[in-house]
């Protein structure tokens, strides 16, 4: 969640192969099957003329979805002009190589092709919209996999700032009615809400600018994968989750600090709102300006680096020296 903050500045078929439609309730699946594995196939499914809506096993989910996404990256197309003219908007796309460049531009075409992006407030959503938001979401997985986006359902585009309504409790038992004017806004298994006004802020700068929505509500996607958004998402099996938490906590206590001496920082005030926000603005920072970030708290750009399986400011480096391809 990106709060609006008022105050703090206040501010073809081959052989042996055939297809097979299995109605399952009102829906039918194709799936397609080599001959010596129909005993298989039949022992998982168990359809009869009784059976309604048997669950389906995990590997054919997994088939299926494998088979969808190699469709999508035969058939889909991104316009070669506005693939160029998006990737030079941005700085942290300026400097990935061919192959970070082609991995990207696939998870694109599967983004797109898997999370409806729509318009709210009469906003009329295209195609190069459409093309920013994937983008700017895809490289916090650029090294991961699409599955870590399978918490939510749709992304929610307004014109810009949205005012969202909730109640809270004071201590004498009274319940307030408190409106919020956000940026960015993640509802666990279900919607990413953005601010196309804030959208088109990112990646813009000079380099002196961490600020990206769409990064920072879908690091909390990634956060909520394993229960509420507190800043410890799932860690990868070669993590070690006493540096996480040892790395994040003095990192954020330290950070706080810094914002309650009003002293100016790089990285978003904001952070200091809670660990689930310091992790979603320090990994909007970790791409938008990771210099800063391993200068600053290099323990963390450490865990962060070993998370996001990139070394955003080594290519950074090797941009500057040349060696980009």
Not at 70 to 77: D, F, K, Q, T
Not at 164 to 171: A, C, I, K, L, N
Not at 268 to 287: C, G, K, L, T
Request: hydrophobic share 45%.
């Amino acid at each position: 969640m990106l709060k609006v903050l008022k105050a703090v500045n206040l501010s073809g078929t081959n052989p042996g192969v055939s297809k097979v439609h299995f109605r399952i309730g009102l829906k039918a699946i194709e799936y397609r099957y080599n001959h010596r594995d129909e005993s298989t196939l039949s022992h998982f499914l168990k359809i009869t003329a009784g059976d309604v809506a048997p669950k389906l096993p995990l590997f054919m989910l997994s088939f299926l979805k494998r088979r969808r996404r190699e469709r999508a990256l035969r058939e889909a197309r991104i316009d070669d002009v506005a693939w160029t003219r998006e990737l030079a908007s941005y700085n942290f796309t300026r400097v990935l190589n061919a192959d970070e460049r082609e991995r990207l531009k696939a998870l694109v075409i599967l983004f797109i092709a898997e999370k409806p992006i729509n318009g709210a407030g009469n906003l009329n959503i295209d195609n190069g919209a459409r093309l920013a938001i994937a983008i700017q979401a895809c490289m916090l997985i650029l090294n991961l996999d699409l599955d870590w986006y399978k918490s939510w359902t749709e992304v929610i585009i307004y014109p810009g700032e949205f005012v969202t309504r909730h109640e809270e409790v004071d201590e004498a038992g009274v319940v307030h009615v408190v409106e919020d004017s956000m940026s960015g806004e993640s509802w666990a298994h279900g919607t990413v809400v953005l601010s196309w006004a804030d959208v088109m802020q990112a990646g813009r700068a000079d380099g002196e600018s961490a600020y990206n929505v769409v990064m920072h509500e879908f690091a909390h996607q990634i956060d909520m994968l394993n229960g509420d958004a507190n800043g410890f998402p799932p860690l990868h099996k070669d993590m070690n989750r006493e540096q996480w938490a040892a790395a994040f906590s003095a990192a954020y206590d330290h950070f706080c600090q810094r914002v309650d001496a009003w002293e100016e920082t790089v990285i978003d005030e904001y952070a200091a709102e809670n660990p689930a926000e310091f992790f979603a603005v320090i990994s909007e920072a970790f791409f938008e300006t990771p210099l800063a970030v391993r200068e600053e708290y290099p323990d963390v750009y450490a865990q962060l680096t070993l998370f996001y399986r990139q070394d955003t400011a080594a290519r950074v480096h090797a941009a500057v020296s040349g060696r980009v391809q």
